[in-house]
C-alpha cells in the first residue's frame, strides 16, 4: 500500500534453509498488507523508484527515509479504493534505464531521468499505457545495455532477450512486445535482468524449486514465445 518500513537486519533471526521464518506481521505493523520488496540500505543517497500494478512510476529522494518510524511513512499516495498497489520498487542514482514489463507480453525502455523527484505525497506519473486486462508485473533497473533479460511465464516457458532490443521511447508510452503471450505459455509472471554466466531461480505454486543455468535457455528476439524452461505437474505454476 506503498508505506516504508524500517528493519535492522540484526533483528531478523538467522535461520536453516528449510526452516519456516518469522512472521513479518511479529516484526512489522502489518494490516492488510504484503510486502512489495526488501532492500538493504547502509546510506541514503539516491533515489527509490517505484512501479505500480496499473503502471504509474514515482522517483522519490532516499533522503526522505533517513529517520526511522515505528509505523512507517507513506512514500506513496495510491488511491484509497485499493485499485492500484506497488508491484516492486528498486534504488536508482538517476542516470539508469527502467524497463516495465506487463503480464499480456508488453515492455517499454526510458530513462529514469524522465522522471522527476517528487514528494512523498504524490501518487506519481504514467510509466506505460496499458490496455484493459493488462496490468506490470515488473520493474528493471537497466545496468548494462549488454545484459539480457529473460522473462518467464505461469506455464514455464521463458526466453532470453538483449536489452538493446527493446527500443527506447518516452514514458508513457504503450511499449513494445516482450513475449507473444498465448494459452500455452500463460500470462508473464515477471522478468529480471541477467549476464550469461547467471543461475536462476524459479519457484512454483506448490513449493518446487529449479534451479537452472542460462546456457539452456538461448536468446531470441522479442516477439516469440521462449521455450519451455519448467515441467509443471498438474495444477502447478511459476511464481
Not at 518510524?69 to 539508469?96: F, H
Not at 505461469?154 to 507473444?180: F, M, Q, S
Request: net charge positive; glycine share 8%.
Amino acid at each position: 500500500r506503498g508505506r516504508v518500513l524500517w528493519l535492522k537486519a540484526y533483528d531478523i533471526p538467522e535461520a536453516e534453509r528449510y526452516s519456516k521464518g518469522k512472521a513479518m506481521i511479529n516484526m512489522l505493523s502489518l494490516k492488510e498488507e504484503n510486502i512489495t520488496n526488501v532492500i538493504s540500505i547502509n546510506k541514503f543517497d539516491g533515489f527509490l523508484f517505484m512501479a505500480t500494478k496499473k503502471g504509474i512510476v514515482k522517483k522519490i529522494s532516499l533522503s526522505n527515509f533517513s529517520k526511522p518510524r515505528a509505523s512507517g511513512v507513506r512514500a506513496i499516495n495510491l488511491p484509497a479504493d485499493n485499485s492500484d498497489n506497488l508491484i516492486d520498487v528498486q534504488i536508482v542514482e538517476g542516470k539508469e534505464e527502467i524497463i516495465m514489463a506487463t503480464k499480456k507480453g508488453q515492455a517499454i525502455r526510458f530513462n529514469a531521468s524522465d522522471v522527476r523527484d517528487m514528494g512523498r505525497a504524490s501518487y506519481g506519473v504514467t510509466g506505460i499505457k496499458l490496455e484493459k486486462d493488462d496490468c506490470v508485473v515488473s520493474l528493471e533497473v537497466v545496468k548494462n545495455e549488454k545484459d539480457s533479460v529473460m522473462t518467464i511465464t505461469e506455464k514455464g516457458y521463458g526466453k532470453r532477450t538483449r536489452i538493446e532490443d527493446y527500443r527506447k521511447t518516452a514514458r508513457a508510452g504503450k511499449g513494445v512486445i516482450n513475449l507473444k503471450v498465448t494459452e500455452k505459455t500463460g500470462d508473464i509472471v515477471t522478468t529480471v535482468s541477467v549476464v550469461d554466466k547467471d543461475n536462476i531461480i524459479i519457484t512454483t505454486a506448490k513449493g518446487i524449486v529449479i534451479r537452472t543455468s542460462l546456457k539452456n535457455i538461448r536468446v531470441m528476439g522479442r516477439a516469440t514465445q521462449g521455450v519451455r524452461v519448467v515441467r509443471l505437474q498438474q495444477g502447478d505454476k511459476v511464481t
